[in-house]
């Protein structure tokens, strides 16, 4: 495995996913979205000149904009890339509706990507998966490895969530995928146990996290999963769609100055 250093390993499969849409540093959803906004907000704001006068042209100019760019945003990513984020999105909203079950508390965004809750975290039980999880982001392995030998194992479900720390410490660190040992556990899981579904979503993840540091392709394990999931994703997902509305519905504002400005040069 090409050598990472943590923080790079962690975002190594968005990177990779949105690479899979991108000339250099241009996305090309996020491109094409705004691109076709702005014509659109330029062709509302050329016929309403004589009917509506200043604000209320500009208000409908900006709502022309989010109106159009949002979906030309959403629509022309590739199917294989919007169902490996659809998975990915899934298993990060399980995984933090689980700790905050344990926790008790609202969590605003996934645990590994906020690594400072650790310092709050009680040892519990329950939450020692995600405390040897969060010990590896923060780079404090020995510990890691130590709590993860103490890991119960009575359960096909521990069985894969040891298997499964295993091989997030390592890929961590650099070392030697044990993916294979991921997918071993995955198959002992009862298919009539939720967590079946689960298992093979992480398992499916954590390909493509490797794939992501080894210049392979880290799309196809996630989206291959996503047929499976069927409906589940939607919960989750609509937190993605209004993010990228909230982000559209910002630029506007510059959208709208601009198509001001170029009114006034051209006419």
Not at 69 to 77: D, L, N, T
Not at 117 to 133: A, C, K, N, V, Y
Not at 249 to 260: D, I, N, Q, R, T
Request: net charge neutral.
């Amino acid at each position: 495995m090409t050598t990472m250093s943590r923080a790079e390993c962690l975002q190594a499969l968005p990177r990779a996913l949105r690479s899979q849409q991108s000339f250099g540093p241009l996305s090309l959803p996020v491109t094409l979205g705004l691109l076709a906004g702005f014509v659109a907000s330029f062709l509302a704001d050329a016929f309403l000149f004589d009917q509506l006068r200043t604000p209320w042209r500009q208000a409908v100019d900006g709502v022309v904009f989010a109106v159009v760019a949002a979906p030309v945003w959403i629509g022309v990513q590739r199917r294989d890339v919007r169902s490996a984020i659809d998975a990915l999105t899934w298993l990060n909203g399980w995984e933090t509706e689980r700790w905050q079950r344990e926790l008790g508390r609202r969590l605003g965004a996934v645990p590994r990507a906020t690594p400072e809750i650790l310092d709050h975290l009680p040892d519990t039980m329950g939450l020692r998966p995600l405390r040897i999880e969060l010990l590896g982001v923060r780079g404090e392995l020995d510990e890691a490895w130590q709590r993860l030998d103490e890991l119960p194992t009575d359960t096909p479900w521990q069985r894969f969530e040891r298997a499964w720390l295993n091989e997030w410490l390592l890929w961590l660190s650099g070392g030697p995928s044990q993916v294979t040992e991921m997918e071993a556990a995955a198959g002992t899981i009862p298919t009539d146990d939720d967590r079946a579904l689960v298992a093979r979503t992480m398992l499916a993840a954590q390909q493509s996290r490797r794939a992501a540091v080894s210049g392979g392709d880290a799309v196809a394990p996630l989206a291959s999963v996503r047929p499976a999931l069927g409906n589940r994703p939607g919960r989750y997902t609509l937190g993605y769609r209004t993010g990228v509305i909230v982000s559209v519905l910002m630029v506007s504002v510059v959208a709208v100055a601009a198509v001001m400005v170029t009114s006034a040069i051209i006419r």
